[in-house]
């Protein structure tokens, strides 16, 4: 998926009534099937600018489009189109770790479907917390599990947000990139800092609402 930003901007009300201003002037293309990493400190706008690609959130002023489509306001993407592992994620608590997996099937699941989610919790490290429920994983397999989830119907954009490294992330790494690679996937991905694994990625730096090339 190929997409782009025309001077998106995104402010906030503030409780006394002034403004916020958290993307200021954006212009951005993402090209089909490129690899981005957008890093920069905690509240600096990349979770902001992550759900106004993905079409969680709504810009203030700007244009988007996705695949040369215009589209204003919040909307509804099938995880086939757009995949968002959001930063901290969210699991249905009397779920199983499977069923959490498998929502976004939306409960159309076929054989095919329940297969791959079976080969992505093995290939995750979770083959065996199968039953379990989201209570019983620590935190780095919590998140593994939402990797997992964003992967479940390989998507046209993959969007991951501040996914915290844990002792197993090297490896996470090179079954996201697999996934990336063999599909044509577009994928950004935020962080604090430069990412290893992330050498032949696109970095772009954010600050103060704004976005910049750092081939650092």
Known sequence: MRVELRDVRKTFTL???????????????????????VFGPSGSGKTTLMNIIGG?????????????????????????????????????????????????ALGGCDRTIVERGEKLLDEFGLAE???LFPRDLSGGE??????????????????LDSQPPDAWGEKGMELILREVQSRGITVVMTATSILPG??????????????SEDGA
């Open 129 to 131: 917390m199968f039953d």
């Open 15 to 37: 409780p006394g009534g002034g403004l916020i201003t958290v993307l200021d002037g954006i212009d951005l293309i993402l090209e089909k099937g490129g690899r981005s990493l």
């Open 198 to 211: 992330t050498e032949n990625f696109r970095r772009m730096r954010i600050q103060k609402g704004k976005v």
């Open 142 to 159: 919590r998140h593994r599990l939402n990797l997992a989830r964003a992967l479940l119907f390989p998507p046209r954009l993959l969007l």
């Open 56 to 104: 969680t959130a709504r810009a203030t002023a700007g244009r988007i489009l996705r695949d040369g489509i215009e589209q204003t306001g919040k909307v509804a993407l099938h995880p086939s189109l757009v995949s968002h592992a959001f930063q901290e994620p969210v699991f249905v608590s009397e779920l199983t770790v499977m069923e959490n997996l498998l929502l976004p």
